[in-house]
């Protein structure tokens, strides 16, 4: 019994510590609440083409220790004695292990590389989330902020 109630409870922390470390997303339509009333330079152009690209994961540290908690407890219940402490030590380096990959894997997503033809004739490339289409001629705003973060959206 007390096994089953330590599980559930180091299961509901896992939960909690993982889910309080997801990212901001990498979105072209999605905004962090400091980037929110801030002046953004707008160039407009063309798009010369695109490419699909993968945004790796985070790895905060969150997943590794939560993982670690997790495995730490489990493990504590293998064996007697000093046992019980090989047992915690292993079963939190594995833990640790599987939580990073876990966090890394839950938080990568997939992106765009989108090359455009500023109408000043200068080439950029911006990269964000895939959550809007972009074709090679299509009519473009670049936005960026003044601390370097761009995104591109459709000049509809």
Same mark, same amino acid.
């Given at each position: 019994?007390?096994?089953? !109630?330590?599980?559930?409870?180091?299961?509901?922390?896992?939960? /909690?510590?993982?889910?309080? /470390?997801?990212?901001?997303?990498?979105?072209? @339509?999605?905004?962090?609440?400091?980037?929110?009333?801030?002046?953004?330079?707008?160039?407009?152009?063309?798009?010369?083409?695109?490419?699909?690209?993968?945004?790796?994961?985070? !790895?905060? &540290? $969150?997943?590794?220790?939560? %993982?670690?908690?997790?495995? %730490?407890?489990?493990?504590?219940?293998?064996? !007697?004695?000093?046992?019980?402490?090989? %047992?915690?030590?292993?079963?939190?380096?594995? %833990?640790?292990?599987?939580? @990073?990959?876990?966090?890394?894997?839950? $938080?990568?997503?997939?992106?765009?590389?989108?090359?455009?033809?500023?109408?000043?004739?200068?080439?950029?490339?911006? $990269?964000?989330?895939?959550?809007?289409?972009?074709?090679? /001629?299509?009519?473009?705003?670049?936005?960026? @902020? #003044?601390? &370097?973060?761009?995104?591109?959206?459709?000049? #509809?």
């Amino acid at each position: 019994m007390q096994l089953m !109630k330590t599980t559930v409870t180091a299961a509901v922390v896992l939960a /909690g510590l993982m889910l309080s /470390g997801c990212p901001a997303s990498m979105s072209g @339509s999605a905004y962090t609440r400091d980037q929110t009333r801030q002046v953004q330079d707008v160039r407009m152009g063309y798009v010369e083409s695109v490419r699909q690209i993968m945004i790796e994961g985070t !790895k905060s &540290g $969150t997943g590794a220790l939560a %993982g670690a908690a997790l495995g %730490g407890i489990a493990g504590s219940h293998v064996g !007697k004695g000093s046992g019980q402490v090989a %047992g915690a030590i292993g079963g939190a380096v594995l %833990g640790g292990l599987a939580g @990073s990959a876990i966090e890394e894997n839950a $938080t990568r997503q997939p992106g765009l590389e989108i090359t455009i033809r500023l109408d000043s004739g200068r080439m950029v490339a911006v $990269t964000q989330g895939a959550d809007e289409s972009f074709y090679p /001629g299509d009519r473009v705003r670049v936005l960026t @902020s #003044y601390d &370097g973060v761009a995104r591109v959206t459709h000049d #509809y």
